[in-house]
């Protein structure tokens, strides 16, 4: 934005309005940007544990791999979410030290133009945020799906109760009654 001196002090009030809306939402978005580092870290611990008690049991080999494999995706998709780069934010000192003597239109118009560059900056950096949120997320459906297959199909025929002194029925698909030796 290009305006002479006399133009940002005439634009004052507008340019302070553009200001306060401005910084408000890059609060916003911060706010939204803590808010899904949280849902990413709830969702890595719910990976990690579930993985965890997956190995403690006996499962399928070929989905329980899978199913690992799945909570690996959402651990490390999970962690690069909380681990990406701050989000940028005016730096007090700078700010000072650059419009202090400005007059104020000029300091606001020069400030509105600094946080319209954060805003862009801090905004795809949400969007890879939330795609690999979004990643970590499907990642522990698939996971969660997985485990199941793989510990019913594990299980199919060793479940099966018994009463206390007979022995358990052999898994035949045989219905004919068994032949003494």
Sequence with gaps: MTMTPQEFEDQKETLELINSELAARLARQSESGAKVD???IFLVGFAATA???LASRGFEPFTG???FVAYAV???FGISVFN???YEDIKPRDVLDTYGRSAKGAALGALAGTRVGMFEKNDALHQRK???WTVTLAAVAAGISLSTVSLVLHTNGHDKRTE???PAPAPTSSTAPAQPH
Aim: proline letters at 5%; hydrophobic letters at 50%.
């Design 84 to 86: 990406l780069a701050a």
């Design 74 to 76: 959402a651990i490390g």
């Design 65 to 67: 791999t899978a199913a």
């Design 130 to 132: 939330t795609r690999r």
């Design 164 to 166: 206390p002194g007979k």
């Design 38 to 40: 949280t849902k990413a």
């Design 51 to 53: 993985a965890q008690f």
